[in-house]
């Protein structure tokens, strides 16, 4: 039961998330990325022929975290590439300096924290009742008369 419990309220621990665009301008890019926060690097078609050789064709976002940042560039180490054709490819340990002419948008994740009260809530919700179920029987009384198999069949 212990381990039911332990199972069903893990899921509530996670958080909803949202990735919100930062100003790529040059006065505002150096001071507003945050390092060691996860980002999404939405390239401009300068950036995805630029940065052709180091993460591959046609690719669109990179995610990451942040390890550095200039005036000019955001070097992120690499989870994960989407192409602009839709396709996503892990590429995990690769860091990669994009410059800030190479990028049309940079978001970076941050908390929702309504929507994760909301979600949490309904997951705490759902595990109680798992829970009240599988402790005290979910309700009703069985029928009397037995299994339910089915009945013989007398010859004719």
């Known amino acids: 039961m212990r381990q039911l419990s332990l199972l069903l309220l893990t899921g509530t621990l996670s958080g909803c998330y949202d990735l919100k665009p930062i100003a790529v301008t040059p006065t505002a890019f150096g001071a507003s990325i945050p390092v060691g926060r996860a980002v999404a690097a939405v390239l401009s078609e300068a950036g995805t022929a630029a940065l052709t050789s180091r993460v591959g064709p046609g690719a669109g976002t990179l995610l990451g975290i942040v390890t ?76 009397p008369g037995g299994g339910g198999g089915t009945p013989a069949l007398t010859p004719p």
Request: glycine content about 14%.
């Open 68 to 143: 550095r940042f200039t005036a000019d560039t955001v070097e992120i180490a690499l989870n994960e590439v989407r192409t602009r054709a839709g396709l996503a490819y892990f590429l995990q340990g690769a860091v990669i300096p994009i410059g800030r002419n190479d990028l049309a948008q940079l978001r970076v994740r941050e908390l929702n924290r309504p929507r994760t009260a909301i979600a949490t809530a309904l997951g705490v919700t759902a595990a109680g009742w798992i829970i009240y179920g599988v402790r005290f029987g979910g309700g009703g009384q069985p029928e």
